[in-house]
């Protein structure tokens, strides 16, 4: 049956959206849990660095809703997760699984952009 006209359709989420956004989650709960282990940051530097990974979740769970600036937050969020893996003084194995991990999530959000609606930019 036809879409009546003037209804909005319900568009379907990818499951690589929601892959994304459950791999962005464990990656800072284990980065969470890291901070919290470290003794040379502080109390205000943890609870930022915490901040900034609650803000990352909130941009996978943004772009699991199929927001364009959710997509495009959390991936300016997971290049900065490249740029803390070249240096950090990490054990390398570390530093190697934070790369994959980013570019996991990278590869799930761009092989999932087609979903996203199309915005409609108002006529001059």
């Given at each position: 049956m036809p879409d009546p006209a003037g209804s909005a359709r319900t568009?379907?989420?990818p499951w690589t959206l929601h892959a994304a956004f459950w791999l962005v989650l464990?990656?800072?709960?284990?980065?969470?849990?890291?901070?919290?282990?470290r003794d040379d940051w502080g109390n205000l530097g943890k609870a930022l660095i915490l901040l900034a990974f609650v803000a990352k979740v909130g941009f996978a769970q943004l772009a699991r809703r199929l927001?364009?600036?959710?997509?495009?937050?959390?991936?300016?969020?997971?290049?900065v997760g490249i740029l803390v893996a070249i240096g950090a003084e990490w054990a390398m194995g570390l530093r190697l699984l934070l790369v994959a991990t980013v570019v996991a999530v990278y590869a799930l959000v761009l092989s999932s952009l087609h979903a996203f609606p199309t915005p409609e930019l108002p006529r001059p």
């Open positions: 568009l379907a989420v464990v990656e800072s709960l284990a980065e969470g849990a890291f901070v919290i282990g927001s364009a600036g959710g997509a495009l937050g959390l991936l300016v969020f997971e290049l």
